[in-house]
């Protein structure tokens, strides 16, 4: 990982890396496959962000994972899970699902709608290696966190309400209308990405549109406020 004195870095959606496998159109906010640059491998313990539309009856076959958190936010559609566990479940639109492989598991992530599908994949270290493999998934109605953070996935027992992660680290979401504000205080030490999923938004006076990213470094608190009616996905974590 590579920090800088920048408190706030812009990742334009532009930038990003871009596979296009037909069935499968990714863009990477971090190094990842066949994507590599040496300025954006991590922020903190967050390893990946992607940015994922999945083809109608397609999907990802049976892959293996360990010793990494792994946290599905599906934007429109729905996923269907199935994993070495004997878990099987769909994850529909403004719902997560969250994947502790531990000392190891196998998944299968198939979008088995008649439309695309489009998520955010999200990859956290986890604290502590090992453990036996853990899977989830959870409604949160975007009603809910109208106006504010709501957490939907998280290392911290105070956060009940949240699906449970193995990392020092929080996912949240937020709906915001045009004109409100929010803030996040993002902790010395700790480091925090952010990306619009629809909108656009200022933080500090400056201007994120839709899948463009935000890496904030830690020590600060941003004033973040809605340019357009805006759906927020942000991460903190150590």
């Not at 532009?14 to 491998?41: E, T």
Request: aromatic share 8%.
């Amino acid at each position: 990982m590579i920090d800088t004195d920048t408190e706030i870095q812009r990742r334009p959606f532009a930038s990003l890396g871009h596979a296009n496998h037909g069935w499968l159109d990714a863009r990477h906010h971090f190094s990842f496959a066949d994507y590599y640059d040496p300025a954006r491998m991590s922020w903190g313990a967050i390893r990946v962000w992607n940015d994922d539309t999945i083809g109608p009856n397609s999907g990802f076959p049976p892959h293996p994972h360990r010793d990494m958190e792994i946290i599905t936010y599906v934007r429109t559609g729905a996923i269907t899970h199935q994993d070495s566990m004997g878990n099987v479940g769909k994850t529909a639109a403004g719902d997560v699902q969250v994947m502790s492989a531990g000392t190891g598991v196998r998944h299968a992530e198939y979008n088995l709608e008649t439309e695309p599908t489009t998520l955010f994949q999200i990859w956290i270290e986890p604290t502590r290696t090992g453990g036996s493999p853990s899977w989830g998934a959870k409604p949160f109605p975007k009603g809910d966190r109208s106006g504010k953070f709501v957490t939907l996935a998280s290392g911290f027992a105070e956060d009940g309400d949240a699906l449970p992660i193995r990392a020092d680290a929080r996912v949240m979401a937020a709906t915001v209308k045009a004109g409100e504000t929010l803030t996040h205080t993002v902790g010395e030490g700790r480091h925090a990405y952010l990306v619009p999923a629809t909108g656009s938004i200022e933080i500090d006076g400056q201007r994120f549109d839709a899948r463009d990213g935000a890496a904030l470094s830690g020590g600060q608190t941003v004033t973040i406020v809605a340019i357009d009616d805006a759906e927020i996905v942000l991460v903190d974590a150590d």
